[in-house]
């Protein structure tokens, strides 16, 4: 029993507190860092899709 008991204590004395971890503005740079390379990706993409004429041919007939 008291092994369990000993078991539980380092389980609870290990578990995270949830209010002493946030992730700060670190977290929120990466963050802002990730969207804004995300938005001028999708803007490359975007204007490279535009050049792209695409005029499909017809299929050459069957012998």
């Known amino acids: 029993m008291s092994a369990s008991v000993n078991l ?4 609870v004395s ?3 507190d949830d209010a002493k ?3 700060g503005l670190l ?7 990730l969207g804004v390379a995300t938005w001028f990706l999708l803007k490359s993409m975007n204007s490279r899709f535009k050049k792209i004429d695409f005029a499909e041919e017809p299929e050459a007939p069957k012998e």
Do not use: I, W
Request: aromatic share 12%; hydrophobic share 70%.
């Open 27 to 33: 977290g929120f740079v990466v963050f802002a860092v």
């Open 21 to 23: 971890v946030t992730p």
């Open 8 to 11: 539980t204590r380092a389980a």
């Open 14 to 16: 290990l578990a995270v």
